[in-house]
């Protein structure tokens, strides 16, 4: 007879874990919408560049000692200014991603930003972190 108390309190505990699942339940399938079914199959055409992916910010990085790098390796000045002035012909509102060492001379950031700006970029953004 103490085994059934026993379990009747551990089935107790359970229960209203059970009903708010369902209810859950209930609620994400009265609140998804549901896709209603094609009415018949569409190919969509080939794109002009294959694998042509939306463009996402070009990332710069600089080290303390003024060495750069573009899009995870490292780069001359004159290479990176190429590069990028080739990414901006293709799309023009490109975002450029600084991330600068704290330690790096601010006067090189600001000829870098100017530079960059110069072939066209028009959105700087300068990488921080959260202060300890």
């Not at 042509?52 to 780069?75: H, K, N, Q, T, Y």
């Amino acid at each position: 007879m103490r085994r059934e108390r026993r379990r009747r309190a551990g089935e107790e505990r359970l229960l209203p874990l059970v009903n708010v699942v369902f209810l859950l339940l209930l609620v994400f399938l009265i609140a998804g919408r549901i896709a209603p079914p094609q009415p018949f199959a569409v190919t969509p055409p080939p794109t002009a560049q294959d694998g042509a992916r939306e463009a996402g910010p070009a990332l710069v990085a600089m080290a303390a000692d003024g060495r750069l790098a573009f899009e995870g390796g490292e780069i001359a000045r004159a290479d990176l200014m190429a590069a990028l002035a080739a990414r901006l012909a293709e799309t023009p509102a490109l975002e450029v991603s600084l991330m600068v060492d704290e330690a790096a001379d601010g006067a090189a950031l600001a000829r870098l930003a100017a530079e960059m700006q110069a072939l066209g970029a028009r959105t700087l953004r300068l990488g921080a972190r959260a202060a300890p």
